[in-house]
């Protein structure tokens, strides 16, 4: 059975940082394609980042520069490293496997986590 479970999501001030883990289990981890996907309160789902084989790592303009996707294959866990944390990145984050793991620019999901609350706030 596949599982994916988020933590590391809080309450932090505007400028802050947060760590976001995804523990996964039920799959072939070090082969597959991850992605971060949130959605904001109100409104759809928006793709955050994803890491592909090889450590390819690909994010969206939003948090372009501020946000940092990684993978330890041995734990079977991918991060995302979260700074300059703002209002707008208020929301619930989910990490899901890519259903096209050689396709960066496709983005559909096989299985998801049940997310994380992300609020930045002051």
């Known amino acids: 059975e596949v599982q994916l479970v988020e933590s590391g999501g809080g309450l932090v001030q505007p400028g802050g940082s947060l760590k976001l883990s995804c523990a996964a289990s039920g799959f072939t981890f070090s082969s597959s394609a991850m992605s971060w996907v949130r959605q904001a309160p109100g409104k759809g789902l928006e793709w955050v980042s994803g890491?592909?084989?090889?450590?390819?790592?690909y994010y969206g303009d939003p948090v372009l520069g501020r946000f940092t996707i990684s993978r330890d294959n041995a734990k079977n866990t991918v991060y995302l490293q979260m700074n300059s944390l703002k209002p707008g990145d208020t929301g619930d984050y989910y990490c899901?496997?890519?259903?096209?793991?050689?396709?960066?620019?496709?983005?559909?999901?096989?299985?998801w986590g049940q997310g994380t609350q992300v609020t930045v706030s002051s």
């Open positions: 890491i592909y084989s090889g450590g390819r790592t």
């Open positions: 899901a496997i890519e259903k096209y793991a050689n396709d960066p620019g496709r983005h559909e999901y096989t299985h």
